[in-house]
C-alpha cells in the first residue's frame, strides 16, 4: 500500500521561496511517475508537476516554468518540489501522487492516473 507524506508548507511573502518533500513507502516505485497538484478555494485541483522516478521525464503547468522545479532522491525515497518567485495565485493546498508512468503519461498528467495520493500541505503566500 503506497503511503505519501508531504511536507514543508508555510505562509510566504510574495516573491519568496519554499520546498515541499514528499516521503514515498510502500513499494517499489520503478517505473512510477510521481507529481504533484494544488488546489486552490473554490477551484478544482491542478496539475503543477511531475517527474519519472527513474527516467528522464519531468512536466510542468506553464504558469509555473522557470519558477517551479521538481526532482527526486531515490536513496531517500523522497520528491521534491523547489518554488520561486512565489505569487499569491500560487495560494493552495499542494497535494503528492504517484502512479504507473506509462498512464501518467498517456492520461497526460490529469488527476486519475495517478491512483495515490497524499493528505496536502498548505501553501500561502501573501501579497
Known amino acids: 500500500q503506497v503511503q505519501l507524506v508531504e511536507s514543508g508548507g508555510g505562509l510566504v511573502q510574495a516573491g519568496g521561496s519554499l520546498r515541499l518533500s514528499c516521503a514515498a513507502s510502500?513499494?517499489?516505485?520503478?517505473?512510477?511517475?510521481m507529481g504533484w497538484f494544488r488546489q486552490a478555494p473554490g477551484k478544482e485541483r491542478e496539475f503543477v508537476a511531475a517527474?519519472?522516478?527513474?527516467?528522464?521525464?519531468?512536466a510542468y503547468r506553464e504558469s509555473v516554468k522557470g519558477r517551479f522545479i521538481i526532482s527526486r532522491d531515490t536513496a531517500k525515497n523522497t520528491m521534491y518540489l523547489q518554488m520561486k518567485s512565489l505569487k499569491p495565485e500560487d495560494t493552495a493546498v499542494y497535494y503528492c501522487?504517484?502512479?504507473?508512468?506509462?498512464?501518467?503519461?498517456?492520461?497526460?498528467?490529469?488527476?486519475?492516473?495517478?491512483?495515490?495520493w497524499g493528505q496536502g500541505t498548505q501553501v500561502t503566500v501573501s501579497s
Open positions: 501522487a504517484a502512479g504507473p508512468e506509462q498512464k501518467v503519461v498517456a492520461g497526460r498528467f490529469t488527476a486519475d492516473p495517478f491512483g495515490s
Open positions: 510502500g513499494r517499489t516505485f520503478s517505473n512510477y511517475a
Open positions: 517527474i519519472s522516478w527513474s527516467g528522464p521525464m519531468t
